[in-house]
């Protein structure tokens, strides 16, 4: 497992934007793909967004897709996720998660996750 922090979760009306950060404590996870989950009060945790370890093949639900865009700085070892006209729909926990495999996060079984952090859209 990797231990995973994020940031730059908050509140924001909708039509908004947010930009949330990933980082590795400690060591560099650049051989990982990394990606984005959210979890909405009462619901499943579903997949948002996944990126392979070197930054050329990304993947998104479909419910984002136009509005969000994960990249990823190696030299900063973080990962992002740039959250653009932000919905009341899109009020969730957003989680970071790492794996060797991009498959396993397509497919929501990634081995390490972050802690979460809120995201909140009012309209």
């Known amino acids: 497992q990797v231990q995973l922090v994020e940031s730059g979760g908050g509140s924001v009306q909708a039509g908004g934007s947010l930009r949330l950060s990933c980082a590795r404590a400690?060591?560099?996870?650049?051989?990982?793909?990394m990606g984005w989950f959210r979890q909405a009060p009462g619901k499943e945790r579903e997949f948002v967004a996944a990126?392979?370890?070197?930054?050329?093949?990304?993947g998104y639900a479909d419910s984002v897709k136009g509005r969000f865009t994960i990249s990823r700085d190696r030299a900063k070892n973080t990962v992002y996720l740039q959250m653009n006209s932000l919905k009341p729909e899109d009020t969730a926990v957003y989680y970071c998660a790492a794996d060797l495999l991009l498959s396993k996060l397509r497919v929501g079984s990634p081995g390490s996750w972050g802690q979460g952090t809120q995201v909140t859209v009012s309209s």
């Open positions: 400690g060591r560099t996870f650049s051989s990982y793909a």
């Open positions: 990126i392979n370890w070197s930054g050329g093949n990304t």
